[in-house]
């Protein structure tokens, strides 16, 4: 933890993921804390293998109207406390979770709502992105249909963050000569952050 207990990826590098994504206030603290959580969970992994996973923060009301249980929910009756993104415990637990199916619901201030949520996608074709699946598609399509934003890990160890339907930053948990061929990030500003450990491509201004 650094000074005032904030953690130190806060108003760092993943601050211009934020600000690309229109995270503001208290989103913007939490996007960063589920970006690190979701960068810890591509580099490590999970009992020796990759897996990946969706976070959906924001609009908790409309994104749990717009998806439906997979498995009785895990954080279901326990204290919205000790449900946070900046506590370390409860960082290990959800990286436990992950290897469940299902999505993640997050609150604006980062504490942690569901867990195997099942999104529905709507099937309209710019949600579904080329060599991609359906976790992406869910994370584009909720993303448009709500207010949320959406943080998914890639089972290739990539983090991309989606807003307004959209790529608005992919993150390799690794220092890597990123090309922006094959990029999904529009207008992308790619950049390493050797203190973290990541290569960030960052989307241009939303349109």
Known sequence: MAENGRQEWYGTAYGPVAKSARCLGVR???LEAIVQLAVE???????????????????VENVLARSRALLLDPLHGHPAEVL?????????????LAQLDGAFVVDDDGTFVSAGRFIDVDLTPQNFLPGLGTRHAAAASVTRETRATAVAVSQSSVVRVFGHGEVRAEIIPELFLMSKDGLFTRSAEVSQVPELGVTLAVAGEAG
């Open 28 to 30: 913007k603290r939490a």
């Open 41 to 59: 969970l591509a580099r490590e992994g999970r009992e020796g293998r990759k897996i990946g996973t969706l976070f959906v923060i924001g609009d």
């Open 84 to 96: 946070h993104a900046d506590l370390p415990d409860f960082r290990e637990t959800v990286k436990e």
